[in-house]
């Protein structure tokens, strides 16, 4: 197992078109998570799955981003209508349990034109 | 609302010196704990969680209720221990994670 897998690695697209994003966690992990993180700033959190249930979304930024995860197993994460400040890293993390250790893939890094 | 604070943003220490990075905390219940470690061009990485009280690389945090703070330290820090480090929390059941600001580690030789 590679571990967490995001795609793409990086994402440049023009201002006002849609983006989707996709992770792949470790496959036994239950639990997904979403967030976005910002130059010189922790991580924040957006939203999390166990298993294809999404537990907690109302801290997505707006209802321009929407997360799913169909099958339980991958999830996506796509932004509508795309606005400069959507520039940032986005990271996926994965883990075993509620509250256990999280693994966290590479991110995607999306550029705004 | 639950805060994670780091109030350095940098730490700079010398090699074989003692380290602490300070990490305070607001959370209305009993929170779970954790310190993420990023190296430089590595993935964020879980470095220890208070429920198991291990020490990892020689770092060891201690949760103090009292103060509300979860710091974390080492008695003689190592070039290698060079990072950004996030100190985080969440509830019993993974849920409301929230994620401090992160302190840079730099250990000068």
């Known amino acids: 197992d590679t571990g967490v897998s995001q795609n793409p690695r990086h994402k440049i697209t023009k201002r006002g078109q849609n983006v989707t994003f996709r992770c792949d966690p470790i496959s036994e992990h239950n639990r997904l998570y979403w967030y976005r993180q910002t130059l010189g700033q922790g991580p924040e959190f957006l939203t999390y799955f166990q298993n294809e249930a999404q537990l907690e979304k109302s801290r997505l930024l707006s209802d321009r981003f929407s997360a799913e995860r169909p099958k339980g197993s991958f999830s996506t994460l796509e932004i509508q209508r795309t606005e400069q400040g959507d520039s940032a890293m986005y990271l996926c993390?994965?883990?075993?349990?509620?509250?256990?250790?999280?693994?966290f893939g590479d991110g995607t890094r999306l550029s705004i034109l | 609302a639950q805060r994670v604070t780091q109030p350095e943003k940098l730490l700079s220490v010398f090699k074989g010196a003692p380290v602490e990075l300070k990490c305070n905390y607001s959370y209305s219940g009993s929170p779970e704990l954790f310190w993420y470690v990023q190296y430089s061009r590595q993935r964020l990485q879980l470095l220890l969680r208070?429920?198991s009280r291990e020490s990892i690389k020689g770092f060891t945090a201690d949760l103090n209720k009292g103060e509300t703070s979860f710091h974390l330290k080492k008695p003689f820090a190592q070039e290698e221990d060079s990072a950004m480090y996030y100190c985080a929390l969440s509830g019993s059941y993974g849920q409301n994670f929230v994620f401090g600001p992160g302190t840079r580690l730099s250990v000068l030789p």
């Open positions: 208070h429920i």
């Open positions: 993390a994965s883990s075993l349990e509620g509250a256990g250790a999280q693994h």
